[in-house]
């Protein structure tokens, strides 16, 4: 398992030096991860929640590390963490599912007629 703390660390290192590297793209990545900070309707708990469901199917420990420690400061427990993660488990386990239908439908296709 990863040393998160040390590892979010490292995160925060090489994001600052792409900062400095790239400022416009930085720029524009920081208008985009912060536009829901103003949201209506979903708090910060239920986005951080969402946030971590989605960090988990898209595979990006440097998300999980970020958005786990948002999630606490907004007052998640580690009983909600369990039930977002069930979700996203859920939903690889969905996409799992529909690809394994479009491999097949793609075998189907491929394969020569039957006679």
């Excluded at 590892?7 to 990545?29: F, Q, S, T």
């Excluded at 951080?48 to 970020?66: H, K, N, P, Q």
């Excluded at 996409?95 to 479009?102: E, G, P």
């Amino acid at each position: 398992m990863l040393e998160w703390k040390e590892y979010r660390a490292e995160i925060k290192g090489r994001v600052g030096e792409l900062g400095r590297l790239a400022p416009d793209v930085m720029k524009g990545y920081a208008a985009l991860a912060t536009s829901g900070n103003g949201a209506k309707h979903l708090d910060a708990k239920t986005r951080e929640l969402i946030a971590l469901a989605v960090a988990v199917t898209t595979r990006c420990d440097g998300c999980i590390a970020s958005h786990v420690e948002a999630a606490i400061a907004a007052g998640t427990s580690r009983e909600e963490l369990a039930e977002a993660l069930g979700v996203s488990m859920a939903l690889n386990a969905g996409a799992a599912l529909v690809y394994s239908a479009r491999a097949l439908d793609c075998f189907t296709e491929m394969s020569p007629p039957s006679s």
